[in-house]
Structures are given as C-alpha cells and as structure tokens.
C-alpha cells in the first residue's frame, strides 16, 4: 500500500493506492505480532518537539487497541536508503523504519507516504515524511496555515497497520486532514482496528 498526503489550501489531503496483492491473490499481507519493531531516522530521534509527536501518534493507535503495537529500536544510522529498487513499489524494505529521505521522491505537495511491502512470511513497511513540508508540532494551536506533524504521523501508522481511509470526517482516516494537532476529538474504526491487530499476537 502506498499512501500520499497532500496540501489543498489549509487542509491536508491523503490518497491511498494499493501495491500489496488483494485477498483473492498470492502472496502475505499483514502484521504476524505485535509490537513491530520499527526505527526512526535520526534526525527525527534527536528532535524532541517531533519525537513527541512521532510517540503521540503512535500512542493514538495502542490506546485505541490496549496493547503495545510499536517497539522503537532507535535511531536508523543505514548509510544507504533503507530499501532496494524502486521506492513506490521497492524490491525490498531493509527494517520498518519512520525517516525523512534526504530528496523526496515524489511529487512536492505530498506531505507523507506509507509503503508496505509484503514477502513469503510477512512483510516489512516505511513512513516517509516530506521534509519540505512547513509542520508544526503539538496541538498547533492557532496555526492554521501549517500541517500537523502529530496528525501526519498517526494518519501514516493507520496506513502502516493496514486501515484504509473512510467516509466519516471525524475519523483519523478520513482523507482530509483539518487544521490543528489535536488527536483526541479523533475517532478511529474500532472493527476495522481489531480486524487490522486482533490476528497478531
């Protein structure tokens, strides 16, 4: 699954387009256990405003679902980009990794991009933030002409655990992302969540 946000005034836009193989083909797709392991570009670790946020949109999910889904293993330290081929529909992933890539790949409006990429015995995945993009953290609290960093990353990890985006405004998977950081107005799909988490142990 490969899934792109974009900016449209003072809204945030996401899209999804699906790589993995649907239910009817071949292949794996999902999480096996939890929690994933999972590690963060430095730059992002040694952030303490996003680091918060990237905790903070983690936290959205497991408290959602009860349990510990993500097990931050640190700081990404490959001297290489942490994938093979192509980065829309890559070769390989190397580790579940959150980064910022050096140049981004993809069309410049594009806020963030999940990719998943599934293999014979399970499947590895990659959030990717723009690094162009003007964020702000927290709540932002009356700053309206800026993205949430905070909202951007727990609309990512929904992609990253499997959800797909919904009619409803109010749920963090919607596609439109509105203005502020707040998280806690949100409302989440719970079967489709338990659907997503309950299989893995």
């Not at 980009?81 to 069309?107: C, H, K, L, R, T």
């Not at 162009?132 to 949430?148: K, L, M, P, V, W």
């Not at 009619?167 to 659907?195: C, E, F, K, W």
Request: net charge negative; with cysteine; aromatic share 12%.
């Amino acid at each position: 699954m490969m899934c792109q946000g974009w900016r449209l005034g003072s809204l945030v836009v996401y899209s999804c387009l699906t790589l993995l193989l649907s239910a009817c083909g071949k292949g794996h797709s999902g999480w096996d256990s939890f929690p994933i392991p999972i590690y963060v570009d430095a730059s992002m670790m040694n952030n303490a405003a996003t680091r918060a946020d990237l905790e903070d949109g983690m936290s959205f999910w497991e408290q959602r679902t009860g349990k510990k889904l993500f097990d931050v293993r640190g700081a990404w330290n490959g001297a290489n980009q942490p994938f093979s081929g192509d980065v829309s529909n890559p070769d390989s992933i190397f580790e579940n990794i959150v980064y910022m890539p050096p140049s981004w790949p993809f069309a410049p409006g594009y806020v963030g991009m999940t990719v998943l990429k599934p293999f014979d015995s399970g499947q590895m995945a990659m959030v990717m933030i723009n690094p162009n993009t003007a964020f702000c953290n927290g709540d932002c609290a009356f700053d309206y002409n800026r993205t949430s960093l905070r909202k951007t990353f727990a609309h990512e990890f929904g992609h990253f655990l499997g959800l797909q985006h919904v009619a409803d405004p109010s749920n963090i998977m919607y596609a439109t992302s509105r203005p502020g950081g707040t998280l806690n107005t949100l409302n989440v799909d719970d079967h489709a969540l338990q659907s997503v988490t309950s299989g893995a142990h």
